[in-house]
Protein backbone atom coordinates (compact mmCIF):
# COMPACT_ATOMS: atom_id res chain seq x y z
CA UNK A 1 0.00 0.00 0.00
CA UNK A 2 2.89 2.09 0.67
CA UNK A 3 1.50 6.02 1.32
CA UNK A 4 -1.61 5.18 -0.15
CA UNK A 5 -4.87 5.53 2.10
CA UNK A 6 -6.48 2.43 2.56
CA UNK A 7 -9.46 1.54 -0.07
CA UNK A 8 -13.09 0.44 1.58
CA UNK A 9 -15.61 -1.24 -0.68
CA UNK A 10 -19.21 -0.61 0.34
CA UNK A 11 -22.55 -2.07 -1.07
CA UNK A 12 -25.80 -3.48 0.42
CA UNK A 13 -28.58 -6.02 -0.40
CA UNK A 14 -31.29 -2.85 0.11
CA UNK A 15 -30.19 -0.94 -2.76
CA UNK A 16 -28.35 2.58 -2.72
CA UNK A 17 -31.37 4.41 -1.47
CA UNK A 18 -31.69 2.30 1.61
CA UNK A 19 -30.69 4.55 4.85
CA UNK A 20 -28.87 1.41 6.19
CA UNK A 21 -25.62 1.82 3.49
CA UNK A 22 -25.83 5.46 3.68
CA UNK A 23 -25.16 5.24 7.36
CA UNK A 24 -22.10 2.79 6.73
CA UNK A 25 -20.63 4.90 3.79
CA UNK A 26 -20.72 8.02 6.84
CA UNK A 27 -19.10 5.42 9.43
CA UNK A 28 -16.41 4.74 6.81
CA UNK A 29 -15.61 8.08 6.15
CA UNK A 30 -11.95 9.15 7.43
CA UNK A 31 -10.34 5.17 7.22
CA UNK A 32 -9.89 5.48 4.29
CA UNK A 33 -10.76 5.84 0.37
CA UNK A 34 -14.75 4.83 -0.42
CA UNK A 35 -16.01 3.31 -3.34
CA UNK A 36 -19.88 2.47 -3.18
CA UNK A 37 -21.33 -0.36 -5.54
CA UNK A 38 -24.46 -1.10 -4.69
CA UNK A 39 -27.92 -2.15 -6.80
CA UNK A 40 -30.10 0.05 -7.86
CA UNK A 41 -33.15 -1.38 -6.41
CA UNK A 42 -34.39 -3.89 -3.27
CA UNK A 43 -32.24 -7.18 -3.34
CA UNK A 44 -33.30 -8.68 -0.12
CA UNK A 45 -32.89 -12.58 0.41
CA UNK A 46 -30.83 -12.83 -3.24
CA UNK A 47 -28.18 -14.99 -1.09
CA UNK A 48 -25.05 -15.41 -3.76
CA UNK A 49 -27.15 -15.30 -6.89
CA UNK A 50 -25.50 -13.90 -10.32
CA UNK A 51 -26.77 -13.05 -12.81
CA UNK A 52 -25.22 -14.97 -16.06
CA UNK A 53 -27.94 -13.79 -18.44
CA UNK A 54 -28.81 -10.44 -17.78
CA UNK A 55 -26.29 -7.25 -19.09
CA UNK A 56 -25.50 -5.83 -15.70
CA UNK A 57 -24.90 -1.85 -16.46
CA UNK A 58 -23.45 0.65 -13.90
CA UNK A 59 -23.33 4.44 -13.31
CA UNK A 60 -21.90 7.27 -11.01
CA UNK A 61 -24.65 8.42 -9.11
CA UNK A 62 -22.62 10.50 -6.23
CA UNK A 63 -19.27 12.23 -6.11
CA UNK A 64 -17.15 13.78 -3.23
CA UNK A 65 -14.15 14.00 -2.02
CA UNK A 66 -12.67 10.33 -1.58
CA UNK A 67 -15.83 8.89 -2.31
CA UNK A 68 -17.35 7.82 -5.72
CA UNK A 69 -20.66 5.97 -5.26
CA UNK A 70 -21.95 4.13 -8.02
CA UNK A 71 -25.26 1.89 -8.51
CA UNK A 72 -25.98 -1.29 -10.79
CA UNK A 73 -28.54 -3.52 -11.67
CA UNK A 74 -27.35 -6.70 -10.52
CA UNK A 75 -27.49 -8.79 -7.26
CA UNK A 76 -25.43 -7.71 -4.29
CA UNK A 77 -22.81 -10.45 -5.54
CA UNK A 78 -23.20 -9.16 -9.14
CA UNK A 79 -22.22 -5.69 -7.67
CA UNK A 80 -19.01 -7.25 -5.86
CA UNK A 81 -17.56 -9.21 -9.08
CA UNK A 82 -18.18 -5.74 -11.63
CA UNK A 83 -16.60 -3.86 -9.03
CA UNK A 84 -13.95 -6.19 -8.41
CA UNK A 85 -13.25 -7.07 -12.10
CA UNK A 86 -13.81 -3.75 -13.81
CA UNK A 87 -14.10 -0.67 -11.58
CA UNK A 88 -11.65 -0.43 -8.45
CA UNK A 89 -8.01 0.78 -9.32
CA UNK A 90 -6.86 -1.50 -7.07
CA UNK A 91 -7.46 -4.61 -4.67
CA UNK A 92 -9.99 -3.06 -1.62
CA UNK A 93 -8.40 -3.57 1.86
CA UNK A 94 -11.90 -4.18 3.08
CA UNK A 95 -15.44 -4.74 1.31
CA UNK A 96 -18.44 -3.68 4.31
CA UNK A 97 -21.75 -4.58 3.28
CA UNK A 98 -25.34 -3.20 4.96
CA UNK A 99 -26.38 -2.07 7.34
CA UNK A 100 -28.87 -4.52 6.15
CA UNK A 101 -32.77 -3.99 7.66
CA UNK A 102 -33.13 -6.66 9.36
CA UNK A 103 -31.29 -9.74 11.03
CA UNK A 104 -29.21 -12.04 9.36
CA UNK A 105 -28.40 -14.36 12.36
CA UNK A 106 -28.96 -18.01 11.80
CA UNK A 107 -29.87 -19.73 9.25
CA UNK A 108 -30.52 -16.11 7.64
CA UNK A 109 -26.84 -16.20 6.67
CA UNK A 110 -28.07 -18.39 4.04
CA UNK A 111 -30.42 -16.54 2.08
CA UNK A 112 -28.95 -12.84 2.82
CA UNK A 113 -27.89 -11.00 0.08
CA UNK A 114 -26.17 -8.67 2.56
CA UNK A 115 -23.65 -11.69 3.49
CA UNK A 116 -23.62 -12.78 -0.12
CA UNK A 117 -21.27 -9.69 -1.28
CA UNK A 118 -19.14 -10.26 1.92
CA UNK A 119 -18.86 -13.97 1.03
CA UNK A 120 -18.02 -12.59 -2.28
CA UNK A 121 -15.42 -10.02 -0.75
CA UNK A 122 -13.87 -12.74 1.09
CA UNK A 123 -13.77 -15.59 -2.56
CA UNK A 124 -11.92 -12.03 -3.90
CA UNK A 125 -9.72 -12.50 -0.66
CA UNK A 126 -11.01 -9.09 0.39
CA UNK A 127 -11.14 -9.06 4.16
CA UNK A 128 -15.08 -8.53 4.69
CA UNK A 129 -17.87 -7.84 6.98
CA UNK A 130 -21.78 -8.10 6.66
CA UNK A 131 -23.45 -5.75 9.08
CA UNK A 132 -27.72 -5.85 10.06
CA UNK A 133 -30.13 -3.95 12.48
CA UNK A 134 -32.54 -6.10 13.90
CA UNK A 135 -34.88 -3.37 13.08
CA UNK A 136 -36.97 -3.78 9.54
CA UNK A 137 -37.99 -0.29 9.32
CA UNK A 138 -36.83 2.47 6.47
CA UNK A 139 -36.06 4.55 9.25
CA UNK A 140 -34.62 2.59 11.90
CA UNK A 141 -32.16 4.55 14.38
CA UNK A 142 -28.72 3.12 12.83
CA UNK A 143 -26.35 5.06 15.07
CA UNK A 144 -24.94 2.09 17.56
CA UNK A 145 -24.51 0.09 14.42
CA UNK A 146 -22.28 2.32 12.71
CA UNK A 147 -20.45 3.17 15.52
CA UNK A 148 -19.76 -0.55 15.81
CA UNK A 149 -18.93 -0.54 12.34
CA UNK A 150 -16.64 1.91 12.25
CA UNK A 151 -14.38 0.28 15.46
CA UNK A 152 -14.62 -3.16 13.48
CA UNK A 153 -13.52 -1.71 10.20
CA UNK A 154 -10.64 -0.25 11.46
CA UNK A 155 -9.82 -3.38 13.37
CA UNK A 156 -10.12 -5.08 9.81
CA UNK A 157 -7.78 -2.92 8.13
CA UNK A 158 -5.28 -3.32 10.48
CA UNK A 159 -5.27 -6.78 11.15
CA UNK A 160 -6.66 -8.53 7.84
CA UNK A 161 -8.70 -11.50 8.25
CA UNK A 162 -7.89 -15.46 7.66
CA UNK A 163 -8.20 -16.55 4.19
CA UNK A 164 -11.73 -17.46 3.35
CA UNK A 165 -13.22 -15.79 6.55
CA UNK A 166 -15.43 -12.98 6.64
CA UNK A 167 -17.77 -11.65 9.32
CA UNK A 168 -21.59 -11.43 9.84
CA UNK A 169 -22.43 -9.15 12.37
CA UNK A 170 -25.86 -8.38 13.96
CA UNK A 171 -26.99 -6.01 15.86
CA UNK A 172 -29.78 -5.75 18.17
CA UNK A 173 -32.25 -2.61 17.89
CA UNK A 174 -31.79 -0.10 20.80
CA UNK A 175 -29.32 0.00 23.42
CA UNK A 176 -26.24 -2.62 22.91
CA UNK A 177 -24.71 -4.49 25.91
CA UNK A 178 -21.46 -5.20 24.71
CA UNK A 179 -20.37 -7.23 21.64
CA UNK A 180 -20.13 -11.47 21.77
CA UNK A 181 -18.21 -13.25 19.15
CA UNK A 182 -20.31 -16.36 18.72
CA UNK A 183 -21.81 -19.20 16.14
CA UNK A 184 -24.17 -19.57 13.79
CA UNK A 185 -27.22 -20.31 15.58
CA UNK A 186 -28.95 -23.94 14.92
CA UNK A 187 -32.50 -23.91 13.91
CA UNK A 188 -34.46 -23.39 10.72
CA UNK A 189 -37.32 -20.68 9.86
CA UNK A 190 -41.36 -22.32 9.84
CA UNK A 191 -44.59 -21.64 9.04
CA UNK A 192 -43.01 -19.97 6.17
CA UNK A 193 -46.57 -19.39 3.63
CA UNK A 194 -49.23 -17.51 4.30
CA UNK A 195 -52.35 -18.44 1.52
CA UNK A 196 -53.59 -16.34 0.06
CA UNK A 197 -55.40 -15.31 -3.37
CA UNK A 198 -54.90 -13.20 -5.99
CA UNK A 199 -57.95 -10.81 -7.41
CA UNK A 200 -58.97 -13.31 -10.15
CA UNK A 201 -59.57 -15.91 -6.85
CA UNK A 202 -56.49 -18.28 -8.02
CA UNK A 203 -54.19 -19.75 -4.99
CA UNK A 204 -50.99 -17.45 -3.98
CA UNK A 205 -48.56 -17.66 -1.21
CA UNK A 206 -46.52 -15.08 0.06
CA UNK A 207 -43.24 -15.85 2.35
CA UNK A 208 -43.70 -15.26 6.45
CA UNK A 209 -42.97 -16.98 9.10
CA UNK A 210 -40.79 -17.69 12.55
CA UNK A 211 -37.22 -18.51 13.23
CA UNK A 212 -37.26 -21.72 15.06
CA UNK A 213 -34.60 -21.89 17.53
CA UNK A 214 -33.06 -25.35 18.02
CA UNK A 215 -30.40 -24.44 20.70
CA UNK A 216 -31.75 -21.22 22.92
CA UNK A 217 -29.77 -22.09 25.57
CA UNK A 218 -26.65 -21.78 23.89
CA UNK A 219 -24.94 -18.36 25.35
CA UNK A 220 -22.25 -19.03 22.46
CA UNK A 221 -24.56 -18.37 19.53
CA UNK A 222 -25.69 -15.42 18.00
CA UNK A 223 -29.34 -16.01 18.27
CA UNK A 224 -28.31 -15.85 22.34
CA UNK A 225 -26.34 -12.96 21.96
CA UNK A 226 -29.31 -10.41 20.19
CA UNK A 227 -32.01 -12.27 22.61
CA UNK A 228 -29.88 -10.71 25.12
CA UNK A 229 -28.87 -7.26 23.78
CA UNK A 230 -25.54 -8.41 22.83
CA UNK A 231 -24.34 -7.65 19.30
CA UNK A 232 -23.19 -11.20 17.39
CA UNK A 233 -19.95 -11.47 15.72
CA UNK A 234 -19.93 -14.79 13.80
CA UNK A 235 -16.98 -16.01 11.29
CA UNK A 236 -18.04 -17.22 8.52
CA UNK A 237 -16.49 -19.56 6.43
CA UNK A 238 -16.57 -20.04 2.56
CA UNK A 239 -15.55 -23.76 2.50
CA UNK A 240 -18.42 -25.49 2.66
CA UNK A 241 -16.56 -29.22 2.98
CA UNK A 242 -18.21 -31.12 5.68
CA UNK A 243 -14.40 -32.08 7.16
CA UNK A 244 -15.85 -34.19 10.27
CA UNK A 245 -18.13 -36.24 7.79
CA UNK A 246 -15.50 -36.97 5.07
CA UNK A 247 -14.08 -40.34 6.67
CA UNK A 248 -17.28 -41.82 7.06
CA UNK A 249 -17.82 -40.74 3.81
CA UNK A 250 -14.71 -42.16 2.00
CA UNK A 251 -15.79 -46.00 3.36
CA UNK A 252 -19.16 -45.56 1.06
CA UNK A 253 -19.21 -47.95 -1.49
CA UNK A 254 -20.89 -46.61 -3.94
CA UNK B 1 -42.29 -45.31 8.01
CA UNK B 2 -43.92 -48.50 8.46
CA UNK B 3 -44.91 -49.84 5.20
CA UNK B 4 -44.71 -47.23 3.36
CA UNK B 5 -42.96 -45.99 0.05
CA UNK B 6 -40.05 -43.69 0.88
CA UNK B 7 -41.08 -40.38 -0.38
CA UNK B 8 -38.43 -38.50 -2.79
CA UNK B 9 -38.71 -34.96 -3.71
CA UNK B 10 -37.29 -34.11 -7.02
CA UNK B 11 -36.32 -30.46 -8.14
CA UNK B 12 -33.20 -28.51 -9.92
CA UNK B 13 -32.79 -25.00 -11.29
CA UNK B 14 -32.48 -25.25 -14.94
CA UNK B 15 -36.69 -25.44 -14.84
CA UNK B 16 -39.24 -28.39 -15.22
CA UNK B 17 -38.24 -28.81 -19.07
CA UNK B 18 -35.05 -29.34 -18.56
CA UNK B 19 -33.75 -32.78 -20.29
CA UNK B 20 -31.49 -32.78 -16.32
CA UNK B 21 -34.96 -33.20 -14.32
CA UNK B 22 -36.53 -35.93 -16.39
CA UNK B 23 -33.22 -38.09 -16.45
CA UNK B 24 -32.91 -37.77 -12.86
CA UNK B 25 -37.31 -38.26 -12.21
CA UNK B 26 -36.72 -41.22 -14.15
CA UNK B 27 -33.35 -42.60 -12.06
CA UNK B 28 -35.78 -41.97 -9.39
CA UNK B 29 -38.21 -44.71 -10.31
CA UNK B 30 -38.99 -48.07 -8.79
CA UNK B 31 -37.11 -46.25 -5.19
CA UNK B 32 -40.31 -45.00 -3.49
CA UNK B 33 -43.13 -42.54 -4.36
CA UNK B 34 -42.01 -39.46 -6.38
CA UNK B 35 -42.85 -35.66 -5.94
CA UNK B 36 -41.27 -33.32 -8.85
CA UNK B 37 -41.75 -29.52 -7.73
CA UNK B 38 -39.51 -27.62 -9.98
CA UNK B 39 -38.96 -23.65 -11.26
CA UNK B 40 -41.06 -23.17 -14.39
CA UNK B 41 -38.36 -21.24 -15.71
CA UNK B 42 -34.45 -21.10 -15.70
CA UNK B 43 -32.99 -20.50 -12.45
CA UNK B 44 -29.84 -21.44 -12.91
CA UNK B 45 -27.16 -19.19 -10.26
CA UNK B 46 -29.60 -18.25 -7.79
CA UNK B 47 -27.41 -19.65 -5.19
CA UNK B 48 -30.24 -20.01 -2.31
CA UNK B 49 -31.75 -16.85 -3.35
CA UNK B 50 -35.71 -16.67 -1.71
CA UNK B 51 -38.75 -14.26 -2.80
CA UNK B 52 -40.00 -12.38 -0.24
CA UNK B 53 -42.27 -10.24 -1.96
CA UNK B 54 -43.07 -12.01 -5.07
CA UNK B 55 -46.66 -14.35 -4.45
CA UNK B 56 -45.49 -18.13 -5.28
CA UNK B 57 -47.92 -20.14 -7.37
CA UNK B 58 -47.39 -23.57 -8.15
CA UNK B 59 -49.32 -26.36 -10.64
CA UNK B 60 -49.26 -29.52 -11.53
CA UNK B 61 -48.08 -30.38 -14.88
CA UNK B 62 -47.93 -33.73 -14.96
CA UNK B 63 -49.21 -36.99 -12.77
CA UNK B 64 -49.23 -40.91 -13.14
CA UNK B 65 -48.71 -43.75 -10.96
CA UNK B 66 -46.34 -42.91 -7.83
CA UNK B 67 -45.86 -39.35 -9.45
CA UNK B 68 -46.84 -36.04 -9.03
CA UNK B 69 -45.06 -33.16 -10.85
CA UNK B 70 -45.58 -29.19 -10.26
CA UNK B 71 -43.76 -26.19 -11.43
CA UNK B 72 -43.90 -23.26 -9.66
CA UNK B 73 -43.18 -19.59 -10.45
CA UNK B 74 -40.29 -19.36 -7.51
CA UNK B 75 -36.50 -19.76 -7.22
CA UNK B 76 -35.39 -23.46 -6.60
CA UNK B 77 -35.19 -23.04 -2.68
CA UNK B 78 -38.83 -21.16 -2.67
CA UNK B 79 -39.69 -24.57 -4.81
CA UNK B 80 -37.96 -26.77 -2.01
CA UNK B 81 -39.79 -24.58 1.02
CA UNK B 82 -42.79 -24.38 -0.87
CA UNK B 83 -42.85 -28.23 -1.60
CA UNK B 84 -41.90 -28.70 2.10
CA UNK B 85 -44.16 -26.35 4.12
CA UNK B 86 -47.67 -26.80 1.53
CA UNK B 87 -47.65 -29.55 -0.95
CA UNK B 88 -45.98 -32.77 0.49
CA UNK B 89 -48.33 -35.42 2.55
CA UNK B 90 -45.14 -35.80 4.91
CA UNK B 91 -41.14 -35.56 5.01
CA UNK B 92 -40.10 -36.95 2.38
CA UNK B 93 -37.25 -39.54 2.94
CA UNK B 94 -35.11 -37.63 0.28
CA UNK B 95 -34.55 -35.12 -1.88
CA UNK B 96 -32.68 -35.13 -5.09
CA UNK B 97 -31.63 -31.58 -7.12
CA UNK B 98 -29.83 -31.58 -10.26
CA UNK B 99 -29.23 -33.26 -13.04
CA UNK B 100 -27.66 -29.53 -13.61
CA UNK B 101 -26.35 -28.90 -16.89
CA UNK B 102 -22.77 -27.66 -16.13
CA UNK B 103 -20.43 -28.11 -13.08
CA UNK B 104 -21.03 -27.20 -9.62
CA UNK B 105 -17.92 -28.03 -8.14
CA UNK B 106 -15.56 -26.20 -6.60
CA UNK B 107 -16.44 -22.83 -5.46
CA UNK B 108 -19.61 -22.79 -7.59
CA UNK B 109 -21.03 -24.24 -4.97
CA UNK B 110 -21.80 -20.76 -3.46
CA UNK B 111 -24.03 -19.47 -6.66
CA UNK B 112 -25.90 -22.75 -7.83
CA UNK B 113 -29.57 -23.40 -7.42
CA UNK B 114 -28.94 -26.73 -7.81
CA UNK B 115 -27.15 -26.88 -4.75
CA UNK B 116 -29.30 -23.91 -2.99
CA UNK B 117 -32.72 -26.43 -3.41
CA UNK B 118 -29.78 -29.65 -1.77
CA UNK B 119 -28.95 -27.18 1.12
CA UNK B 120 -32.50 -26.20 1.86
CA UNK B 121 -33.57 -30.16 2.00
CA UNK B 122 -30.91 -30.10 4.36
CA UNK B 123 -32.18 -27.43 6.42
CA UNK B 124 -35.25 -29.69 6.73
CA UNK B 125 -33.76 -32.25 7.65
CA UNK B 126 -34.50 -34.42 4.79
CA UNK B 127 -30.99 -36.04 3.55
CA UNK B 128 -30.00 -34.10 0.58
CA UNK B 129 -27.99 -34.24 -2.93
CA UNK B 130 -27.39 -32.39 -5.88
CA UNK B 131 -26.44 -33.34 -9.19
CA UNK B 132 -24.30 -31.73 -12.07
CA UNK B 133 -22.88 -33.29 -14.81
CA UNK B 134 -19.79 -30.62 -17.06
CA UNK B 135 -21.57 -30.51 -20.17
CA UNK B 136 -24.01 -27.39 -20.81
CA UNK B 137 -25.48 -28.89 -23.66
CA UNK B 138 -28.72 -28.95 -23.71
CA UNK B 139 -28.92 -32.86 -25.02
CA UNK B 140 -26.24 -33.78 -22.65
CA UNK B 141 -26.14 -37.45 -22.33
CA UNK B 142 -27.04 -37.70 -18.29
CA UNK B 143 -27.44 -41.85 -18.41
CA UNK B 144 -23.49 -42.18 -16.34
CA UNK B 145 -25.18 -39.65 -14.11
CA UNK B 146 -28.49 -41.02 -14.08
CA UNK B 147 -27.27 -44.58 -13.23
CA UNK B 148 -24.74 -42.57 -10.55
CA UNK B 149 -27.75 -40.61 -8.78
CA UNK B 150 -29.99 -44.04 -8.23
CA UNK B 151 -26.84 -45.97 -6.51
CA UNK B 152 -25.97 -42.83 -4.48
CA UNK B 153 -29.89 -42.20 -3.48
CA UNK B 154 -30.85 -45.66 -2.47
CA UNK B 155 -27.80 -45.68 -0.09
CA UNK B 156 -28.71 -42.46 1.37
CA UNK B 157 -32.42 -43.50 1.59
CA UNK B 158 -31.48 -46.65 3.38
CA UNK B 159 -28.92 -44.80 5.65
CA UNK B 160 -29.47 -41.10 5.79
CA UNK B 161 -26.98 -38.13 6.08
CA UNK B 162 -25.95 -36.31 9.19
CA UNK B 163 -27.65 -33.93 10.45
CA UNK B 164 -27.07 -30.26 8.66
CA UNK B 165 -24.78 -32.42 6.02
CA UNK B 166 -25.45 -32.56 1.99
CA UNK B 167 -23.85 -33.76 -0.72
CA UNK B 168 -22.76 -31.51 -3.86
CA UNK B 169 -22.12 -34.75 -6.65
CA UNK B 170 -20.54 -33.37 -10.04
CA UNK B 171 -19.59 -36.07 -12.67
CA UNK B 172 -17.76 -35.83 -15.04
CA UNK B 173 -19.05 -36.03 -19.48
CA UNK B 174 -18.34 -38.96 -21.03
CA UNK B 175 -17.00 -42.12 -19.19
CA UNK B 176 -16.47 -42.23 -15.47
CA UNK B 177 -13.75 -44.21 -14.17
CA UNK B 178 -14.89 -43.87 -10.81
CA UNK B 179 -16.61 -41.80 -7.71
CA UNK B 180 -14.38 -39.95 -5.28
CA UNK B 181 -15.04 -38.33 -1.76
CA UNK B 182 -13.19 -35.33 -1.99
CA UNK B 183 -13.09 -31.75 -0.57
CA UNK B 184 -14.24 -28.54 -2.03
CA UNK B 185 -11.42 -27.07 -4.25
CA UNK B 186 -10.36 -23.72 -3.11
CA UNK B 187 -10.24 -21.40 -6.25
CA UNK B 188 -12.11 -18.57 -7.98
CA UNK B 189 -13.94 -17.33 -10.86
CA UNK B 190 -11.70 -15.10 -12.35
CA UNK B 191 -11.64 -12.72 -15.68
CA UNK B 192 -15.66 -12.26 -14.91
CA UNK B 193 -16.76 -10.20 -17.56
CA UNK B 194 -16.86 -9.64 -21.20
CA UNK B 195 -17.45 -5.51 -21.81
CA UNK B 196 -19.75 -4.79 -24.78
CA UNK B 197 -22.47 -2.42 -25.70
CA UNK B 198 -26.30 -2.75 -26.23
CA UNK B 199 -27.89 -1.47 -28.91
CA UNK B 200 -28.28 2.20 -28.09
CA UNK B 201 -24.22 2.37 -27.65
CA UNK B 202 -24.21 2.33 -24.04
CA UNK B 203 -21.81 0.06 -21.98
CA UNK B 204 -23.17 -3.58 -20.53
CA UNK B 205 -21.23 -6.23 -19.02
CA UNK B 206 -22.26 -10.19 -19.45
CA UNK B 207 -20.78 -12.72 -16.94
CA UNK B 208 -18.19 -15.27 -18.68
CA UNK B 209 -14.74 -16.14 -16.75
CA UNK B 210 -12.55 -19.31 -15.65
CA UNK B 211 -12.10 -20.91 -13.05
CA UNK B 212 -8.76 -20.71 -10.99
CA UNK B 213 -7.78 -23.81 -9.27
CA UNK B 214 -5.68 -22.59 -6.14
CA UNK B 215 -5.21 -26.24 -5.55
CA UNK B 216 -4.54 -27.98 -8.59
CA UNK B 217 -2.48 -31.08 -7.22
CA UNK B 218 -5.00 -31.78 -4.28
CA UNK B 219 -5.66 -35.41 -5.54
CA UNK B 220 -8.59 -35.22 -2.59
CA UNK B 221 -10.41 -31.80 -3.94
CA UNK B 222 -13.24 -32.24 -6.76
CA UNK B 223 -11.40 -30.73 -9.56
CA UNK B 224 -9.03 -33.17 -9.58
CA UNK B 225 -11.52 -35.84 -9.68
CA UNK B 226 -13.00 -34.48 -12.27
CA UNK B 227 -10.44 -33.80 -14.06
CA UNK B 228 -9.01 -36.97 -14.09
CA UNK B 229 -12.74 -38.59 -14.92
CA UNK B 230 -14.16 -39.38 -11.66
CA UNK B 231 -17.12 -38.57 -10.35
CA UNK B 232 -16.91 -36.02 -7.01
CA UNK B 233 -18.68 -35.83 -3.86
CA UNK B 234 -18.39 -33.58 -1.35
CA UNK B 235 -20.50 -33.43 1.84
CA UNK B 236 -21.24 -29.92 2.56
CA UNK B 237 -22.15 -28.12 5.71
CA UNK B 238 -24.97 -25.99 6.43
CA UNK B 239 -23.50 -23.95 9.28
CA UNK B 240 -20.92 -21.67 7.91
CA UNK B 241 -19.41 -21.04 11.36
CA UNK B 242 -15.38 -20.89 10.88
CA UNK B 243 -14.84 -22.50 13.93
CA UNK B 244 -10.76 -22.56 13.83
CA UNK B 245 -11.09 -18.67 14.36
CA UNK B 246 -13.29 -18.22 16.77
CA UNK B 247 -10.73 -19.01 19.76
CA UNK B 248 -9.15 -15.86 18.09
CA UNK B 249 -11.20 -13.67 17.27
CA UNK B 250 -12.93 -13.95 21.04
CA UNK B 251 -9.82 -11.98 21.92
CA UNK B 252 -10.19 -9.23 19.69
CA UNK B 253 -11.78 -5.59 21.57
CA UNK B 254 -13.83 -4.25 20.17
Redesign the interface.
Known amino acids: MGNRKPLILVTNDDGYQAKGINSLMEAMKGLGEIIVFAPDT ?1 Q ?10 L ?4 RVYHREEGLTAYMCNG ?1 P ?2 CV ?2 AL ?2 FVPRKPDLLVSGINHGSNAG ?1 S ?3 SGTM ?1 AA ?1 EGC ?2 EVPSIGFSLCDFSADADFSATAS ?1 AR ?2 AA ?1 VIGTG ?2 R ?2 CLNVNVPAGEIKG ?1 R ?1 T ?2 T ?1 G ?1 WV ?3 Q ?2 Q ?1 GLG ?6 TGNFENWEADNVDSDEWALANGYAA ?14 PE ?2 K ?1 E ?1
Chains 1, 2 share one sequence.
Open positions: HSGMSSAISTSPLRATVDKLNEIVIYGIIFLRLRLPGVVMTQEKNEYPSDRDVFWMVVPVKINMTAYDFLLKWI
